[in-house]
């Protein structure tokens, strides 16, 4: 999506998600330094932010309410003062957060529609190797920020770990050999099953969900350090969760681990910056403009240090290696450029029709679309209904709408069949029908379905002459109401006067 601009709503979703993340965050800081007025106008622009989030991502709207849900109490949890008045704060900004949710958006709301809504059992689940690769780099942080901070706490407790069981499980070193010993077998005994990613995530869970109870527990609260460890729960729960549950009418369950796991990414990369900050001054110092090994933490300092550059190092090598290669699947033979039509000038695709004769797919130039793009871009205002070919998926047809913003009779149907399941007939009804219209020659016809869906705009370029058929291309010009305003070579447009097509013939 970002190496390609394309400007799908996950894409247009990340800001919005952010921004929930970081009103959360402003809105607990704001709690705890006693500010009372601005936590209410950050309480309304909580409930403003998952409102949003809501209407531009959908997908992101669980998380998002979840996040501003889990904040406001969480803020009061961390902040001075009376129980009571502190709850009674968090009862007062949750309903505030949730008028505006509710309120605001209301119009959007009532005509929202969902299809198949629900969740069911995960189809299948990730492979521990395949979990890392994408996390890895966060994983390792994570794990170092969990012992840094279970190594201070037991060191302020004189290594009297008390009643907290999870604190004993590592108060030691034949107890840390025991936590090793067990994770090595939990690793072996779920492999077969495909739960090893669930049974290692639960495990750093435990030891998160710990530590959260350890800082909200504390005399003196660090809010920080509360935030980072609960972005760190939030990015395993959610990265873990898709091995639980898939939403329905998914493809096995691949829109839900995309969806997912671009939300994990963020909690994951806003945790780690803290998180990496923090092990990281734990186990090193400055001194004299220069960085030293804390004293008697020399090989934990340059192992961790060592484990973190290998993991970034690798974890980057996509910038260079993985873009370029991505790039030289389309692009191999363009200079850098900022330009997202330059493409145009010189590639090509070989448009299969789908008959057993090669020698009858088409070569076409992008090239020879690339006029009547620009002149729709630039002569033509608003948003009036164009109406081009459409093939199978993945081919070149919908590029007219997709490169100039204006909406199509139909596009990429396929998301739309997948997405509103209860208008399959009548997308598949505008496949057939817009499909026709390039191959049927009868211009009466052509009226119809053109007065049909409001068409203003008929494009005749490079698929729809692979598409339809002569006579069918022809008539265009036989239809009242229908004229030529622009020409390139074979290709054309033309303009509809839907006044005209009413007049009886």
């Avoid at 198949?116 to 994570?142: N, S």
């Avoid at 034949?174 to 495909?194: D, P, R, S, Y």
């Avoid at 900050?277 to 300092?301: C, N």
């Amino acid at each position: 999506s970002l190496l390609f601009a394309d400007l799908h709503p996950h894409l247009m979703g990340v800001p919005f998600f952010g921004l929930v993340i970081a009103l959360a965050v402003a809105y607990v800081i704001t709690v705890q330094a006693g500010l009372r007025w601005r936590t209410w106008i950050l309480a309304a622009l909580l409930g403003l932010a998952v409102g949003l989030v809501r209407t531009v991502h959908t997908w992101d709207f669980p998380t998002a309410a979840l996040i501003a849900g889990a904040a406001i109490p969480l803020s009061q949890l961390l902040a001075p003062g009376r129980w009571q008045t502190r709850f009674w704060n968090a009862v007062a900004h949750l309903a505030l957060a949730g008028l505006v949710a509710s309120v605001v958006f209301a119009p959007y709301t009532a005509h929202f529609e969902t299809f198949d809504p629900g969740i069911i059992r995960a189809p299948e689940t990730t492979q521990a190797h395949q979990f890392f690769v994408q996390y890895g780099l966060f994983i390792a942080i994570a794990i170092a920020f969990i012992a840094v901070r279970y190594r201070e706490i037991l060191a302020a407790r004189n290594f009297n770990h008390g009643r907290n069981p999870v604190l004993a499980t590592v108060n030691g070193r034949w107890e840390l050999f025991a936590l090793a010993v067990f994770t090595t077998g939990l690793t072996a005994f779920t492999w077969t099953f495909g739960l090893t990613t669930l049974a290692l995530a639960a495990v750093i869970l435990v030891f998160l969900f710990n530590l959260l109870w350890l800082e909200l527990r504390a005399p003196e609260k660090d809010p920080a350090r509360t935030l980072g460890t609960a972005l760190f729960v939030l990015g395993f729960g959610i990265a873990a969760g898709t091995d639980v549950v898939t939403l329905k009418n998914d493809i096995v369950r691949m829109n839900t681990v995309f969806k997912f796991s671009l939300q994990a990414w963020q909690c994951f990369a806003l945790a780690s910056a803290f998180g990496g900050w923090y092990a990281m001054s734990a186990l090193w110092e400055v001194r004299s403009s220069r960085v030293f090994p804390r004293p008697g933490r020399r090989l934990a300092a340059w192992s961790t240090a060592i484990t973190l550059g290998l993991l970034l190092f690798g974890s980057s090598i996509f910038l260079w290696s993985g873009t370029g290669a991505r790039q030289n699947q389309r692009f191999a033979a363009l200079p850098p450029t900022l330009n997202g039509l330059a493409f145009l000038k010189s590639a090509e695709y070989p448009e299969d029709l789908g008959d057993e004769n090669p020698a009858n797919d088409r070569q076409i130039k992008l090239s020879d679309d690339k006029p009547l793009i620009e002149w729709l871009r630039e002569n033509v205002q608003g948003s009036p209904v164009i109406v081009e070919a459409v093939g199978p998926l993945y081919h070149w047809t919908g590029r007219i709408s997709e490169y100039t913003g204006l909406p199509a009779v139909i596009g990429w149907d396929w998301h739309q069949v997948q997405q509103r399941t209860d208008y399959t007939n009548l997308i598949q009804e505008r496949r057939a029908e817009t499909s026709r219209f390039f191959r049927d020659p009868s211009s009466e016809a052509g009226a119809d379905y053109l007065r049909k869906y409001n068409v203003r705009y008929i494009v005749v370029g490079t698929e729809e002459v692979a598409w339809g058929t002569p006579a069918g291309l022809a008539k265009m010009t036989a239809i009242p109401g229908v004229s030529e305003v622009f020409r390139s070579g074979d290709y054309a447009i033309y303009h509809v006067d839907q006044a005209a097509l009413t007049i009886p013939r």
